[in-house]
């Protein structure tokens, strides 16, 4: 991420976990908030992301924009926070394209699943990857609305880049920890990120 007095995010996939990031991240003062929205667009670019809280209580987000795509930003970003369902990550990695730099970018993926990186390392090869496990409970009972229960926990942790420079990697991933921090969240930074993602996908099927 760059030093600018921005920081520029970009949430992609805006369902209840990404809007309960999108928030947490637009908490930070440097923030300036992108949400790429499908079928609750209307609502959120009309009312704004609207959250019920247990941990944080009621909250109206207004972004600077909110866009049906990526495309339509028109700009690179400095943090990409991909929280979409990892159904197809050829075709999300090809959707984000255009708002990648890959030396100033970084990456943040909040899905369930594993492998989920690999199709965005493929796409980025010099982009810096931090994959990430939540164990938030959240909610839209309907669009645009969100509810968070108190469940709250993320654990984060870089995608190993050989080709990149380890402490150049561990700079961006010191930055997306500050911003967390700042929204007051929840969360861990973990040496090895896929033991989490297999965890979490056995107590997904238990």
Known sequence: MSAAKH???LVYGLGAI????AFILNRAPTVRLTVVARSNFSAVKERGIVLNSESHGRHIIAPSKVLRTVAEAGQKFDLIVCANKALDQDASAAQIAPAVDEERTTIAIIQNGVGNEESFRIRFPRTTIISCVTWTAATQPEPGQFEQIKSEDLQIGLYPNRDLDSKSEQVKLNRFSALLRQGNTVFNVVPDI??????KVVWNVA
Do not use: H, K, N, T
Request: glycine share 8%; no cysteine; net charge negative.
């Open 194 to 199: 896929q033991v989490l993602r297999w965890e």
């Open 7 to 9: 920081i520029d995010v």
């Open 18 to 21: 990404g809007s309960f990031y």
